[in-house]
T-cell receptor, first 111, second 114 residues
Framework: GIQVEQSPPDLILQEGANSTLRCNFS?????LQWFHQNPWGQLINLFY???GTKQNGRLSATTVATERYSLLYISSSQTTDSGVYFC?????????????FGKGITLSVRP | NAGVMQNPRHLVRRRGQEARLRCSPV?????VYWYRQLPEEGLKFMVY????????ESGMPKERFSAEFPKEGPSILRIQQVVRGDSAAYFC????????????FGQGTRLTVV
């Protein structure tokens, strides 16, 4: 199956700093999503980005499908950005697009 | 415009009891996926269902676990004779189908086996 590696595993930032989170995957994919799992355990959809670049407020993401990686950028970080960030990918097999998740990046933003 | 609804949010069961987790997908979505998140781990795929059909159950434990998505009503993940190792967060996701594979997740059910 597809392997998903995220780096760095842990990240500590001062409020206001910028950061880049990376996701590498081992095979071509039809779907790539970034999620934020907040301290209450909820999974929040950030981006659906199988290729290209998208921006949403202080967050943006870029996926270079041909080179099998995606980057999530967080600018002017806030304490509410703390939590675990997951990258997940899938290859469409028939109608089956089950996701394979990376192990996540734990972000702590200090005030 | 309700998202994926899971209930209960928290479930406590004694060893040997049954756990039933429910998931109502986004209105109009016919594809449902169940994932399990063990403590300090990422999410792992369990099963993929369409209405009245199990399409892929390659991630389901061979015993005690079953899932259904009936023609009417929510999808159900059922765990019989729970053991402490079943304690985890169980997430349900739905997607519109083949043309758009973006998955939307529910808030999860946190199962604790005591």
């Amino acid at each position: 199956g597809i392997q998903v590696e995220q780096s760095p595993p842990d990240l500590i930032l001062q409020e206001g700093a910028n950061s880049t989170l990376r996701c590498n995957f081992s095979d071509s994919v039809n779907n790539l999503q970034w999620f934020h799992q907040n301290p209450w355990g909820q999974l929040i959809n950030l981006f659906y980005i199988p290729s290209g670049t998208k921006q949403n407020g202080r967050l943006s993401a870029t996926t270079v499908a041909t080179e099998r990686y995606s980057l999530l950028y967080i600018s002017s970080s806030q304490t509410t950005d703390s939590g675990v960030y997951f990258c997940a990918v899938s290859r469409l097999t028939g109608a089956n697009s089950k996701l394979t998740f990376g192990k996540g990046i734990t972000l702590s933003v200090r005030p | 415009n309700a998202g994926v609804m899971q209930n209960p949010r928290h479930l406590v069961r004694r060893r040997g009891q049954e756990a039933r987790l429910r998931c109502s997908p986004v209105k109009g979505h016919s594809h449902v996926y169940w994932y399990r998140q063990l403590p300090e781990e990422g999410l792992k795929f369990m099963v993929y269902l369409q209405k009245e059909n199990i399409i892929d159950e390659s991630g389901m434990p061979k015993e005690r676990f079953s899932a259904e998505f009936p023609k009417e009503g929510p999808s159900i993940l059922r765990i019989q004779q729970v053991v402490r190792g079943d304690s985890a967060a169980y997430f349900c996701a739905s997607s519109p189908g083949q043309a758009n594979t973006e998955a939307f997740f529910g808030q999860g059910t946190r199962l604790t086996v005591v």
